[in-house]
């Protein structure tokens, strides 16, 4: 069996303090749209896909004439945001230990294109990053497992040497199909209960949290499986 393990990443949320950002900006395409749809039931569907979202948010029966002008209008105001979208703390420096302890670090994330390119900018760790599995490539976003599947051959490895760290209840369940080790942070605003009923192993405050853990954690435990 290979001894390389991957760990794998969402981002919003998980590596950059986005995801209240992404609930004002679509909450505004709704209203240009006229619909009214609550900022928490926003916050709670961030991390679906802009078509999932919708689906999720307006009901799959509706007519979708409007879909391609709603997720244009979300990424347009998101867009305003791009220069200066905020790493959460660590969130570099967690990367790069993990690498250095021999992790492949590949990003699983619902966001494609330019704004993909901001979030790892934001992030600033591209040269430990050995790629990474967007909206683009996949048919089917989280909580479908294609996404953390993707992103787990990227790296070669079995799904049991590896791990995804997201934020979202979506992200937990995209592990769990996929037979991967679900952990989970708090910095994306969903509630400890509902990560822990979604699957997740382990749960920390934010990037920082999990860094001062790789010691006594889920990372731990795969490194001294061999």
């Known amino acids: 069996m290979s ?73 347009t105001l998101y867009a305003t945001c791009f220069e200066r979208l905020p790493a959460l703390d660590a969130a570099g420096d967690l990367l790069r230990a993990l690498a250095g302890r021999g992790w492949e670090i590949v990003l699983a994330t619902s966001a494609g294109g330019a704004e993909l390119a901001a979030l790892r900018g934001a992030v600033d760790a591209d040269d430990v990053i050995l790629g990474a599995t967007s909206a683009d490539d996949v048919a089917d976003g989280k909580p479908a497992p294609d996404p953390v599947q993707q992103a787990r051959e990227l790296a070669g490895v079995p799904s049991e040497r590896a791990v995804f760290v997201g934020d979202s209840v979506w992200d937990m369940e995209a592990a769990v199909r996929d037979g991967v080790t679900p952990v989970a942070v708090l910095s994306g605003g969903s509630p400890r209960a509902d990560l822990e009923d979604a699957g997740a192993h382990a749960v920390y405050q934010d990037p920082a949290d999990l860094l001062a853990h790789l010691d006594d954690g889920v990372f731990a435990d795969i490194e001294g499986a061999g």
Do not use: C, Y
């Open 3 to 75: 001894a390389k393990r991957a760990a794998i990443f969402d981002i919003d949320g998980t590596l950059v303090d986005t995801n209240h950002l992404h609930v004002v900006t679509w909450w505004e395409a709704f209203r240009q749209a006229g619909h009214h749809v609550p900022m928490r039931a926003i916050h709670r569907a961030v991390g679906l896909s802009g078509g999932d979202l919708l689906d999720h948010l307006l009901g799959d029966g509706r007519d979708t004439s409007g879909d391609e002008q709603l997720s244009a209008a979300h990424h």
